[in-house]
């Protein structure tokens, strides 16, 4: 049960969503975009974020593509569940990520842009985004604009007020890169993660971004320098475990020091499991 | 117990999740909004945030009027001024002699969190006082009779005011046992005038403000000889029994009681000490305080057999009871009592491949252990405890069975259909047992807990079927002139016995017989038969000695892991349990109950438990962080029974509803250490925790 | 656009009906479900997601109950175990012994029902995390495991 009143919208268009939006505003209320809600349902009902309106963006058409367009780009909407963008098999990593959010049932209504702009740390199907160059395509009162996905999500999706992601757009070669996925929990399978890495490999250089290390996801240059750089596996993640050493989380899941352990496996078994690749 | 916990807290706040104020609306939506206009201003306390700092000389004293509290039961001891709410001892043999006599003595010290029962569903009440003072409570609850009891006592409302439903419970594990919301739902409905109002707890209450499972801090030191055999034991245990003591006082009796783990050790030294701290309240949970003493008694089983190099099998097999032993409390061992542990650990090592080796290689920086432990438990009820039943039948002469035991889960309807069934020698389908419980219509049964209800319901029901049989005996011997000691009963008739073509059928005598030429005899048959616990006794204060159950169940457990060396993860191949059951009634539900005993069992031994932060705040309120056991995780289950009749029970049947889980967290941590090389003597194992004490947890 | 700006009168078709029910826009499908239609078989656990024993289907697919409003739930098909009438999931967890308090059963019937419809042959994988959307806290999971393989093996109908 949510202990409050909220008015209910399910625009058709873009323009729809924006204007409405807009207009609730003016009304002196406080809208927010809705696409699969677990999040924002299960944070209402214990009082975490309150809102007067909310806009379901799930009708809206370009919210829901899963194509590719004429440069060979693959659209994927913000609206597709994560269990859609798995079946869909179109670029693999993200596929394989989402499918190790939450669970499946969860999957079936958690959405791509849901799980981007969630206030929850993990945020994990960012990291095939950040390392494949994608681009963030957002929907504003005056009109559609793309991004580098690297810019508009700095630690979290930094959205101006008012506007919502519409789509992905990322390079059919990235999409299909060699890649790696690994997820390690305290011990559960469905749980947060200790730490996920969801990376590619690119004219034979490795892209290692992670999520649950620190207290937001990213990609670090200065890690993928060391990543890629010369010396034995156990060296080089002895050196990106010291880059981060001082961000690293520390919370009932697991403690930081526990944490660079499980950083330092993972990197070594990165390393060995792309090295042929 | 102690009466030491009001339904709302008064003065001080001992718990995160004390419930501390009512509201009351016409619908959840308003109580919701209500509750957030209440502002709330605490004074901090310093907080008490483990046993072991709750005895600390300059520990605040949580509660500071124990001398006023009311003790329902004779047998607790409080220690004014400390946090010492009670303490139970053992003292059998001489341990000074029994360690003088060892070659080998080892210590260890074990920790073990608070947990939680996570019943599917939440606890739940319904409550309305009607316009003639009649109290009506409907409840998701173990104890139906015990919820009128303890309203008539709170609010002072004569028991013949209170009706107490429970219909189908959604899983109880004990949680449902204690009496909590059933008070605050009394209050709530009498300040709106008696309307019927409904709680309900939220995952997060039921995990932080309901009782939960106890913590543990135990020191044990064994000694025995060269040869293995056990010398002398002496434990202190701590119990975390949270901010009131609910039944911590029989938790720490039950952990006396069975401390030695089911070996005869002739010198026993054992101090339980129930202990107060600033954490959730602790009650009953399957098991009962077993699965972790069980952990302290099976790993130092495991650590002598390593210290002595024997097979942890044979030690176990070489030290335990045998008729003619005597248990902790004094209780000589028969084989009706005690039931065939060797049998068990025998046919454990056939059904887990023991002799293969407990260790094995497999490649990669894995290894394959085994680990194993024993078990008993005997139920620890009160020696007054009753259970009733009543027999009515229909006009086509099918029974409606009438008891007063609540349905969670273990099929016990069912179980009570069987035995009648077996004993009237008639179709199970053409008897019906009331599935919900009424406190006014149905005969008390105690409490539906501590695997009793075979034992005790079962026994009520053959009074009951004795009963029948002699008044449909004594009917049909005057229809048919013949003594009523040369009739049987079976298949819904009454025959003669030389000659079976001379019969009557139950449904023209249960509701009375009617000659031909209509006279009528006889009237309806009404059943009933009452069972009360008898034999047992108090514990002797000082020594403990006493009778706490009528007899044991016992058994062997082992599990199987796959443990990779590089990153302290494991994997679950194998989970094994052999039961002495008696006797098996019913086998599918008596295999489904023993395995969902040790999924559990490998839940606390592998994920569950509470954290707190340094002010006594839980920390794990949802099911997203406290986690349990989940569906493709689980080993491959074998279980098996020996079955060693216990002569007093309904068809020789002992309880095994709780057993399954109480050696599997023990079972775990000897694979574990022995794939890790490590003393995990703390739980939940997690990679983290075991990557800790192999390290030091430094990375 | 669709829009439902304070408590109003809705259809939802739940079990192949039409039902007409007076809704907040604020309301969860879970509780319109239990309170309005007096479908208790979804049952709240937790809340939050965590547990499915409030998983209905929606077009087919499962969805825990708790967390969608009953306003999202506008003009798709929902399915609760009521609706379920002799599936062959139904008949397995009998068989099988695979509940034992029943408070988790309809919840994950609902999700057997939905993985037997949508893959008739699945890996092993599958059935995993398919199954590990729900908690059940009496069996120990193979007797659950058993009954979806019974009705995907087609040896129970």
């Given at each position: 049960m949510i202990p409050f009143d909220f008015e209910y919208y399910r625009p058709d268009t873009m323009q729809e969503a924006t204007d409405i939006f807009r207009q609730l505003e003016s009304e002196g209320k406080t809208p927010v975009y809705y696409s699969g809600g677990t999040e924002l349902i299960s944070m209402a009902r214990v009082g975490n974020v309150i809102f007067d309106a909310a806009i379901d963006i799930k009708n809206i058409p370009e919210c829901r593509v899963l194509e590719y367009d004429q440069?060979?780009?693959?659209?994927?909407?913000?609206?597709?569940?994560?269990?859609?963008?798995?079946?869909?098999?179109?670029?693999?990593?993200?596929?394989?990520?989402?499918?190790?959010?939450?669970?499946?049932?969860?999957?079936?209504?958690?959405?791509?842009?849901g799980n981007l702009a969630s206030t929850i740390i993990y945020r994990e199907t960012v990291l095939p985004l950040l390392t494949a160059e994608s681009r963030a395509v957002v929907a504003s009162h005056d009109g559609l604009r793309e991004y580098p996905i690297n810019e508009i999500f700095n630690q979290r999706l930094n959205l101006e007020k008012g506007s919502f992601l519409v789509k992905i757009v990322t390079n059919r070669g990235f999409a299909e890169s060699p890649y790696f996925h690994i997820k390690k929990t305290k011990n559960e399978k469905i749980d947060y993660p200790l730490l996920t890495t969801a990376g590619i490999k690119v004219g034979g250089m490795l892209r290692i971004p992670f999520s649950g290390l620190c207290s937001y996801p990213f990609r670090s240059m200065q890690i993928e320098n060391i990543l890629n750089d010369t010396g034995s596996f156990e060296e080089r993640a002895d050196k990106i475990?010291?880059?981060?050493?001082?961000?690293?989380?520390?919370?009932?899941?697991?403690?930081?020091?526990?944490?660079?352990?499980?950083l330092k496996n993972t990197i070594i078994n990165v390393l060995e499991t792309m090295k042929d690749v | 117990m102690i009466e030491d916990r009001p339904p709302l807290a008064r003065k001080k706040v001992r718990y995160y999740g004390e419930p501390i104020a009512l509201v009351v609306a016409d619908s959840d939506f308003t109580a919701a909004k209500a509750v957030s206009l209440i502002q709330v201003e605490y004074k901090p306390l310093p907080v008490v945030n483990s046993?072991?700092?709750?005895?600390?000389?300059?520990?605040?004293?949580?509660?500071?009027?124990?001398?006023?509290?009311?003790?329902?039961?004779?047998?607790?001891?409080?220690?004014?001024?400390?946090?010492?709410?009670?303490?139970?001892?053992?003292?059998?043999?001489?341990?000074?002699q029994g360690f003088?006599?060892?070659?080998?003595?080892?210590?260890?010290?074990?920790?073990?969190?608070?947990?939680?029962?996570?019943?599917?569903?939440?606890?739940?009440?319904?409550?309305?006082?009607d316009a003639d003072g009649t109290v009506f409570i409907k409840t998701s609850s173990q104890t139906p009779f015990s919820v009128r009891e303890s309203i008539s006592q709170t609010f002072n409302i004569n028991l013949d005011k209170i009706i107490v439903e429970v219909p189908f419970v959604g899983g109880g594990f004990g949680g449902k046992a204690p009496v909590q919301l059933e008070l605050l739902a009394y209050m709530a409905s009498k300040a709106v005038g008696g309307k019927e109002v409904k709680m309900i707890n939220s995952r997060e209450q039921d995990i932080a403000s309901s009782p939960c499972r106890m913590g543990l801090e135990a020191t044990v030191k064994l000694g025995a000889a060269k040869n293995g055999m056990i010398q002398a034991v002496q434990i202190t245990y701590l119990l975390d029994t949270g901010a009131y003591s609910d039944v911590?006082?029989?938790?720490?009796?039950?952990?006396?009681?069975?401390?030695?783990?089911?070996?005869?050790?002739?010198?026993?030294?054992?101090?339980?000490?129930?202990?107060?701290?600033?954490?959730?309240?602790?009650?009953?949970?399957?098991?009962?305080?077993?699965?972790?003493?069980?952990?302290?008694?099976?790993?130092?089983?495991?650590k002598l057999a390593h210290a002595l190099q024997m097979d942890p099998a044979e030690i176990r097999a070489k030290n335990a009871l045998q008729p003619g032993n005597t248990s902790p409390t004094q209780v000589k061992i028969t084989p009706s009592i005690f039931g065939n542990l060797t049998a068990c650990i025998d046919k454990l090592k056939a059904l887990i491949n023991w002799d293969e080796g407990t260790m094995i290689e497999v490649g990669n920086g894995k290894v394959r252990a085994k680990g194993m432990?024993?078990?008993?438990?005997?139920?620890?009820?009160?020696?007054?405890?009753?259970?009733?039943?009543?027999?009515?039948?229909?006009?086509?002469?099918?029974?409606?069975?009438?008891?007063?035991?609540?349905?969670?889960?273990?099929?016990?309807?069912?179980?009570?259909?069987?035995?009648?069934?077996?004993?009237?020698?008639?179709?199970?389908?053409?008897?019906?047992?009331?599935?919900?419980?009424?406190?006014?219509?149905?005969?008390?049964?105690?409490?539906?807990?501590?695997?009793?209800?075979?034992?005790?319901?079962?026994?009520?029901?053959?009074?009951?079927?004795?009963?029948?049989?002699?008044?449909?005996?004594?009917?049909?011997?005057?229809?048919?002139?013949?003594?009523?000691?040369?009739?049987?009963?079976?298949?819904?008739?009454?025959?003669?016995?030389?000659?079976?073509?001379?019969?009557?059928?139950?449904?023209?005598?249960?509701?009375g017989y009617q000659y031909p030429n209509g006279n009528s005899v006889g009237g309806q048959i009404l059943g009933r038969g009452s069972f009360i616990m008898g034999d047992l006794n108090l514990l002797d204060q000082e020594t403990g000695a006493g009778k706490s159950g009528p007899y044991w169940t016992v058994g062997a457990q082992a599990v199987e892991i796959e443990y990779d060396r590089k990153d302290y993860t494991y994997r679950f191949v194998k989970a094994a349990t052999v039961l002495d059951a008696g006797k098996v009634l019913n086998p599918k539900m008596a295999e489904g109950l023993v395995k969902g005993g040790m999924c559990m069992g490998l839940g606390l031994g592998s994920r569950e438990s509470f954290s707190y932060d340094k002010d006594g705040k839980v920390l794990d309120t949802s099911l997203r962080t406290y986690k349990v056991m989940h569906f493709g995780e689980t080993p491959q289950y074998l279980v098996e029974f020996?079955?060693?009749?216990?002569?007093?029970?309904?068809?020789?049947a002992r309880g095994i509803a709780e057993h399954g889980i109480i050696g599997i967290p023990a079972a775990l941590a000897n694979a574990l250490s022995l794939a890790a090389q490590a003393e995990l003597d703390e739980l939940p194992l997690t990679p983290e925790t075991i990557w800790r004490i192999k390290t030091g947890g430094c990375s | 656009m669709f829009a439902l700006s304070k408590r109003s009168l809705i259809k939802l078709n739940v079990n192949q009906e039409e039902y007409e029910v007076f809704i907040r826009p604020s309301d969860i499908l879970l509780f319109t479900l239990r309170e309005q239609l007096g479908l208790t078989g979804a049952k709240p656990g937790c809340y939050n997601g965590d547990c499915g024993a409030c998983t209905v289907l929606v077009d087919g697919l499962p969805v825990k109950s708790c967390l969608m409003l009953t306003a999202e739930a506008i003009g798709k098909q929902i399915t609760t175990v009521e609706g379920l009438k002799d599936a062959p999931i139904q008949k397995a967890f009998i068989e099988q012994f695979a509940f034992q308090c029943g408070y988790c059963t309809s919840g994950f019937l609902m999700v057997c029902h939905a993985l037997a419809n949508r893959h008739p042959n699945p890996p092993d994988i599958v059935i995993d995390e398919w199954l590990q959307s729900n908690i059940c806290r009496c069996t120990s999971y193979e007797e659950i495991g058993n009954a979806i393989r019974k009705v995907l093996s087609g040896t129970c109908k």
């Open positions: 440069d060979n780009n693959l659209v994927l909407g913000s609206a597709l569940t994560l269990s859609e963008i798995t079946e869909s098999n179109q670029f693999p990593l993200l596929g394989k990520t989402a499918g190790r959010i939450a669970d499946h049932t969860m999957q079936c209504k958690i959405t791509l842009g475990a010291d880059t981060v050493s001082e961000n690293i989380l520390n919370d009932t899941s697991g403690s930081s020091e526990y944490r660079k352990f499980v | 046993p072991s700092q709750a005895l600390e000389k300059d520990a605040p004293v949580l509660h500071e009027q124990m001398i006023l509290y009311h003790l329902t039961s004779e047998d607790i001891y409080p220690e004014l001024n400390t946090n010492i709410c009670d303490r139970k001892k053992i003292r059998k043999g001489d341990v000074k003088a006599a060892s070659d080998i003595i080892l210590d260890s010290t074990f920790t073990l969190p608070q947990s939680d029962h996570i019943a599917m569903e939440t606890r739940a009440v319904h409550a309305r006082i911590g006082p029989r938790l720490i009796k039950a952990m006396i009681v069975d401390c030695t783990g089911p070996y005869n050790i002739p010198n026993v030294w054992c101090d339980a000490l129930c202990v107060y701290t600033n954490h959730p309240y602790v009650t009953s949970f399957r098991g009962f305080s077993h699965a972790s003493s069980a952990f302290c008694i099976e790993r130092m089983m495991d432990a024993c078990l008993w438990k005997t139920s620890n009820s009160p020696p007054n405890a009753v259970s009733g039943v009543l027999l009515t039948f229909n006009t086509d002469g099918s029974i409606n069975l009438n008891c007063g035991c609540v349905e969670c889960g273990p099929g016990m309807k069912t179980t009570a259909a069987q035995i009648l069934s077996e004993k009237l020698k008639m179709d199970i389908n053409r008897i019906s047992v009331n599935m919900e419980v009424n406190t006014k219509y149905n005969p008390e049964h105690w409490k539906t807990v501590a695997s009793m209800t075979t034992y005790m319901v079962g026994r009520a029901v053959l009074r009951a079927a004795e009963d029948v049989i002699q008044q449909l005996k004594n009917l049909a011997a005057a229809v048919l002139k013949c003594p009523p000691e040369d009739l049987e009963v079976a298949n819904e008739q009454v025959s003669v016995r030389q000659d079976p073509s001379l019969f009557l059928q139950f449904k023209d005598l249960v509701h020996v079955e060693t009749p216990e002569i007093d029970a309904p068809y020789q | -």
